[in-house]
Nanobody, 123 residues
Framework: VQLQASGGGLVQAGGSLRLSCAAS????????LGWFRQAPGKEREFVAS????????IYADSVKGRLTISRDNAKDTVYLQMDSLKPEDTAVYYC?????????????????WGRGTQVTVSS
């Protein structure tokens, strides 16, 4: 399974971006999907996760109320709408397919990973 993330870029603080991540084949429909990020010099951290049915996603406290995860199973695609962006959101963002159907923030629960897309928020 290959995952291709897109939509990253440079934006000013307070701005918005929408990330997309498409799977190469229909393997993610029954699994939770997630977004993680990794800033320079830091470990990869959980951002958001959505279950296979799309309901009741979970978020890291640092992004609650600003980032929204959604999915379109017909297109094997997961999205991350990013609003009210802050400089501390700057990182490479990765999408991932979980081993399980329900949401999880545990990095080790994710089996397939995309290559990442850079998000840079200027102050």
């Amino acid at each position: 399974v290959q995952l291709q993330a897109s939509g990253g870029g440079l934006v000013q603080a307070g701005g918005s971006l929408r990330l997309s991540c498409a799977a190469s084949r229909r393997t993610a429909s029954n699994n939770a999907l997630g977004w993680f990020r990794q800033a320079p010099g830091k470990e990869r951290e959980f951002v958001a996760s959505i279950g296979w049915r799309g309901g009741s996603p979970i978020y890291a406290d640092s992004v609650k109320g600003r980032l929204t995860i959604s999915r379109d199973n017909a297109k094997d695609t997961v999205y991350l709408q990013m609003d009210s962006l802050k400089p501390e959101d700057t990182a490479v963002y990765y999408c991932a397919v979980s081993l399980y159907p329900v949401t999880t923030s545990r990095l080790e629960s994710y089996r397939y990973w995309g290559r990442g897309t850079q998000v840079t928020v200027s102050s």
